[in-house]
Each structure stands twice: as C-alpha cells, then as structure tokens.
C-alpha cells in the first residue's frame, strides 16, 4: 500500500452501562446493545452504579429510575452536579412514563427518556442519537 494512502483505523466501540435491577430488561438491554455492537456492562444497585460510573465513564447510562439503594433521578443529579461526569449521556427508563416523570428526568439532565416497556426500534433510535452526538 502506498504511504500516502490513509488507512481507516477502527473505532473503539462505544461503552454503554446499563443500570436496571429487573434481569429480564436487563437481557433485553444487553441483546439490543450487543447487537448494535457497543461495549456494554450492567449493575443493578443504584449506589454501586454511581460508584462504576464515576470510575469508569461510560459513553452512555441507560437508567433505571426505581433503583435500590439509590434512585435514578438521584444518580442523575450527581452526576450532572459533578464536572467529571456531567457530559456522559444519560437515558433514562422507567415503567412509569408520566409526563411528571419525564419532565423531571430532563430537569435533572437526562438526554432522553423511554417508558417501559419500549419498543427495541425506538430505543435503538435513542441510543444512536446519543451516541452520535
């Protein structure tokens, strides 16, 4: 190959933590991402979500808001309040999907909100929006 043709060099696949305590969204959540080829981990306590995601800043937080020991909306707040993390992407997801859910999910800073259950088309349709921001 000549030296001054560019090789494409692959990208890092996009890393993605799933915060949800329900194992059965949970392995939904881990196809629909494996699928569309990004890194993905879980953790299913909110106090030791908002510890993994301080120490391994995630590309994206898919968010539960019903948590144990500690909310999503909470984990949401902490993180934007931190300089460190306040650019990662938050989506946040809940089986509730109020209006009032959602626009204290946005007010707190989360980029986007699913209700559960979610249709796998319109969530793969939120995670390329943010992830391509």
Do not use: N, W
Request: aromatic share 4%; hydrophobic share 45%.
């Amino acid at each position: 190959m000549p030296a001054d043709v560019a090789v494409p060099v692959k990208a890092h696949p996009r890393h993605v933590m799933i915060v949800e305590d329900d194992d059965s969204i949970a392995l939904a959540l881990e196809f629909v991402l494996g699928r569309e080829g990004y890194a993905h981990e879980r953790v299913a306590d909110g106090a030791e979500a908002l510890r993994l995601i301080r120490d391994r800043r995630p590309d994206l937080v898919l968010l539960d808001v019903m948590l144990p020991g500690l909310s999503g909306y909470d984990i949401c707040h902490q993180l934007r309040d931190d300089p460190a993390t306040a650019g990662i992407r938050i989506l946040m997801m809940t089986a509730r999907g109020s209006a009032q859910d959602q626009r204290r999910a946005r007010d707190l800073g989360a980029d986007g909100f699913v209700s559960k259950p979610f249709e796998l088309e319109s969530l793969r349709r939120e995670l390329r929006r943010l992830l391509a921001a």
